[in-house]
Every structure is written in structure tokens, then in C-alpha cells.
């Protein structure tokens, strides 16, 4: 079992005015308590800049296997990034870059030891400036070894805190919601429900238990939901 990839910018960003990110550090202490629990190996970078985000998921060196590596013996990639965004982009330190970038270079025709596996990206950043002001609801086949054809883009699953076009909240003491949400369903699910029934319930936690407070009105009293996008081709059940 492969280990998270967790790149996560806390640095401020003065090129893009963008401030600290006060509360990241909890979510990626969550993250690497959480994926360590099921039985992964967890790195952690820091403050990177565009060039190293891509540089490290692209060629990697001698202890930090990524897309170039040989994953023949791992049966799965997770990569969790934590920084500001923009709807299909996300901030380094020094500038911004396409999430396809990154993702891209997993997939079947590019890492093709990963061919067949899941290949898992956790994305807490903005994707926009739109606000979520929320509405009233009443409450309310086997295995063979017979040789396929698979799609270049198929076993990725990007579960995104937001939807496109909408803010992603983040606590400064408690981190943010989305991640908060994720690690708590995968300590009481991830032994027994697949991922997809994980995130639905990761959906329902962040859409029922959390709102914003502020002082600032257009502020104040605002939801969020995740956003899940699967091509996985079968249920992923941690071991």
C-alpha cells in the first residue's frame, strides 16, 4: 500500500497576494495520523514552489517514489494538496499552476505501474469566490488473467472541498472543514465501508455540521459541500 503524498504551501504567497494559511498545519497533522492508521506511508512537503510540486510528483529521487518510480509492489497513490486555489488551479509559493498538471502524470499511459490501481487526490483549496448561502430543507466480475484494455484517465478519484467556482472554508484553530470531515469518516469507516460510501458520508458532515460566523455579513452564516469526480472501475476497500 502506497503512502500520501500530502503538499501542502502555508508560506505566505506575495506574488499572488495571498495570505498565511493558519490552520493547514492541524489538517496535514490529521492527514498523516489518518493514512498512517491504514497502513500507508505518509511524506510531507512544505512551502513548495510550483517547480518543486511538479518536480517531486514527476521525477522524485532515490527515497521519494512518485509517477517515475516503479509502484509495482503498492497497490494505490494518494495525494493530498493544501493550499489556496482557483477553480482548476492551485498556488505554490511563488505562482500557480493547472491541477491537470499534476494529475496527469498518473495517468495509465504515463505511470504504468499504477495501471489498474487507485490513484487518490485530496484537494483543500478555493475554487472560486462564490459563497454558499445554503436553503431550508425539511430534514427530511472475478479476476482473471485474460489481458484488457483499460482508459489512460480510469482509477483516479479527485475529492475536492468545494465545488467549482466556490470558496473552501478553513477554521485557523481547527482546520478546515472539508479535511476535519475526511479524516473522522476514514477513522470510523475505513475498516469497513468502501471509499465512495466514506466520502458520501464526508459530504454529509460538511454539508450538516459546519457553517461559518463572522463578523462580516457577506460572511456570515455561509455552507459548503465537497465535490467527489470518480473513474474508479471497482469499490476500494482499505485492508
Not at 112 to 138: M, S, Y
Not at 160 to 167: M, Q
Request: contains cysteine; aromatic residues 10%; glycine residues 8%.
Amino acid at each position: 500500500m502506497f503512502g500520501v503524498y500530502e503538499l501542502r504551501m502555508t508560506w505566505r504567497i506575495i506574488m499572488a497576494g495571498m495570505g498565511m494559511r493558519n490552520g493547514t498545519d492541524l489538517d496535514a497533522q490529521r492527514l498523516q495520523s489518518t493514512f498512517k492508521s491504514l497502513g500507508y506511508k505518509v511524506n510531507i512537503f512544505n512551502d513548495q514552489n510550483c517547480a518543486d510540486i511538479y518536480g517531486r510528483l514527476k521525477k522524485g529521487n532515490i527515497k521519494l517514489p512518485v509517477s517515475e518510480e516503479d509502484h509495482s509492489n503498492r497497490s494505490s497513490f494518494v495525494c493530498a494538496l493544501l493550499s489556496h486555489g482557483e477553480d482548476g488551479k492551485l498556488y505554490g509559493v511563488d505562482d500557480c499552476l493547472p491541477i491537470k498538471n499534476l494529475t496527469s502524470l498518473f495517468r495509465g499511459d504515463r505511470c504504468k505501474t499504477l495501471v489498474g490501481k487507485p490513484k487518490l487526490f485530496f484537494i483543500q483549496a478555493c475554487r472560486g469566490t462564490d459563497l454558499d448561502p445554503g436553503v431550508e430543507t425539511d430534514g427530511g466480475p472475478s479476476d482473471s488473467e485474460e489481458t484488457y484494455r483499460i482508459p489512460v484517465e480510469a482509477d483516479f478519484l479527485y475529492a475536492y472541498s468545494t465545488v467549482p467556482g466556490y470558496y473552501s472554508w478553513r477554521n485557523t484553530v481547527n482546520g478546515s472543514w472539508f479535511i476535519q470531515s475526511l479524516c473522522e469518516m476514514l477513522k470510523l469507516h475505513g475498516k469497513t465501508l468502501e471509499l465512495v460510501q466514506i466520502l458520501t458520508c464526508v459530504n454529509h458532515m460538511v454539508a450538516r455540521e459546519f457553517e461559518s460566523c463572522s463578523n462580516q455579513i457577506d460572511f456570515h452564516a455561509k455552507k459548503q459541500i465537497p465535490c467527489v469526480v470518480s473513474m474508479l472501475t471497482k469499490a476500494l476497500n482499505f485492508p
